[in-house]
């Protein structure tokens, strides 16, 4: 059974930063991992997702001001966020699959990922 879990979330304010992490609980070398984020009464959206090779992709509403990174000794993975948004508020999942052939923004869906953690809470005010 693979476990994940999110720590990093909390309050900020509106052009501040905020560094998510998510531990497995084995090793993650060959395995899609990313961000979503939901807000209620919306889909889960993908914000970030790292592949086996470290290929990195970002949704349009974060790329620029967000970094996707893996420390696979670790098995960490991590979101910086930076020059927050108060529509980057929103509950932040870390996600991971294996075996996925294009690990991509918008080639993949919350529905083709496996293994999800609790969910950080993130709330950024103006």
């Known amino acids: 059974q693979v476990q994940l879990m999110e720590s990093g979330g909390g309050p900020a304010q509106a052009g501040g930063h905020l560094k998510l992490s998510c531990v497995l609980s084995?090793?993650?070398?060959?395995?899609?991992m990313g961000w979503f984020r939901q807000v209620p009464g919306k889909a889960r959206e993908g914000v970030a997702l790292?592949?086996?090779?470290?290929?990195?992709s970002y949704a349009d509403s974060v790329k620029g001001r967000s970094a996707i990174s893996k420390d696979i000794d670790k098995n960490t993975l991590y979101l910086d966020m930076n020059s927050l948004k108060p529509k980057d508020s929103a509950m932040y999942y870390c996600?991971?699959?294996?075996?996925?052939?294009?690990?991509?923004?918008?080639?993949?869906?919350?529905?083709?990922?496996?293994?999800w953690g609790q969910g950080t809470l993130v709330t950024v005010s103006s």
């Open positions: 996600a991971a699959q294996d075996a996925l052939p294009d690990c991509i923004v918008g080639g993949l869906t919350d529905a083709d990922f496996g293994y």
């Open positions: 084995l090793s993650s070398r060959k395995w899609c």
């Open positions: 790292i592949g086996p090779a470290g290929w990195r």
